[in-house]
């Protein structure tokens, strides 16, 4: 407790964008405002899910990683369409100098999301509120869009604050009433507890922040793991973690938990195709190459390995990371495994001085 005690009381806001992807093109193209738009990958494409929906198409139940076949179930007028990153990146640099405006303690978690830590702003202006203010009227007057701001002493509670008013909203959570406002959470909307844990927790008769306060730091920990340490402080209102300007995504892949175990080599190869053409997608949209390719895999028994192998080279060729994902494969004991989970991750990537690569969060939105 004393180093939280002792600390200078800090001022974090959290700004996030409202349904930035759908926002941007209903600016950008008037046909399109006022109605249910999804922006993602198209429901007659296989696998297609929406990346963002506008707030007209939210009424019909239309969420976020939501397959796209799904949504036009739901919303059989929907507009589909398909993302334009160049642009949402363009708009996400705009904002980014906005923010620059008052602090350059700026740690964006996405192209339409970032921390700010503005306890000792660049204008003086020493209000959070004023300054969160300020951020979202220039988003509305220079970018013609609109963003919901969270204002807090710790990043934990700025970024559930900015998720209370969407959209457009600022909700402010003052030092004194911070331990009551976490008291009162429900635990799924603790970010970073999963539907899972969050089950769990409710076997358990954990239903909001002051239930979890009761366990020990030990009960939190045998029942959690990491996360418990975690959770054990923000309940009690401490979270130190700073604002990370320099934050940078080392790595980028996917991976896939089978709806049954592979047991076979072949299905294994078929699987980890899929998975390879993501990533190879992945790293084209975002220009990245890199040299390290990492195979994971979860077995039946939860047991999980990790092998990972250097190229000469920097790479994105599909083939490359493929054969060499197949290869790390091989080497494991396959004959006798039942796999339930596969992945591939690419990371050391080429140094920023040498080549442009978009700003790390920016490819934290699609990270694994
Ligand atoms: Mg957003």
């Not at 200078?8 to 738009?37: C, W």
């Not at 190229?311 to 494969?329: A, E």
Request: net charge neutral; with cysteine.
């Amino acid at each position: 407790m004393a180093e939280n005690d002792i600390r200078i009381k800090r001022k974090i806001i959290h700004i996030d964008m409202d349904a930035f992807y759908a926002s941007v093109e209903q600016r950008d193209n008037p046909e399109y405002r006022g109605k249910p738009l999804v922006v993602g990958g198209l429901p007659e494409g296989r696998g297609g899910v929406v990346a963002t929906a506008s707030y007209e198409a939210r009424k019909f139940g239309i969420r976020s990683a939501m397959p796209s076949k799904q949504a036009l179930q739901l919303c059989p007028h929907a507009i589909f369409v398909r993302p334009r990153f160049a642009a949402y990146k363009e708009v996400s640099q705009k904002i980014r100098e906005i923010f620059g405006r008052y602090t350059d303690l700026i740690e964006p978690l996405s192209l339409d999301e970032a921390y700010l830590d503005v306890t000792n702003d660049k204008l003086n202006i020493g209000s959070a509120i004023e300054i969160a203010q300020q951020i979202k009227q220039a988003i509305k007057d220079e970018l013609n869009l609109t963003a919901s701001a969270g204002v807090s002493v710790n990043k934990f509670v700025a970024k559930i604050a900015s998720d209370i008013k969407k959209p457009d909203g600022l909700t402010f959570i003052g030092p004194s009433s911070v331990e009551s406002f976490i008291e009162n959470l429900p635990v799924e909307k603790f970010y970073g507890v999963g539907k899972v844990t969050a089950d769990k927790m409710k076997k358990q008769g954990l239903f909001t922040g002051a239930d979890l306060k009761k366990l020990t730091e030990n009960e939190m920990i045998t029942q959690f793991g990491k996360a418990g340490a975690f959770y054990y402080r923000i309940v009690r209102g401490i979270d130190d973690r700073d604002v990370q300007p320099h934050r940078e995504t080392k790595s980028m892949g996917a991976e896939d938990t089978f709806a049954y175990d592979l047991t076979g080599i072949d299905e294994m190869y078929a699987e980890l195709e899929k998975i390879a053409k993501t990533v190879h997608d992945r790293l084209l949209r975002y220009q990245l190459k890199g040299r390290t390719i990492t195979l994971k895999i979860k077995y039946s028994d939860f047991r999980q390995i990790t092998r990972s192998l250097s190229l000469p080279n920097c790479t994105d060729d599909f083939d490359s990371i493929l054969n060499t994902s197949k290869n790390l494969l091989a080497a494991t004991d396959t004959e006798n495994s039942r796999i339930r989970l596969l992945g591939i991750t690419v990371s050391n990537f080429i140094p920023v001085e040498t080549k442009s690569i978009p700003p790390s969060d920016q490819l934290r939105l699609f990270d694994i």
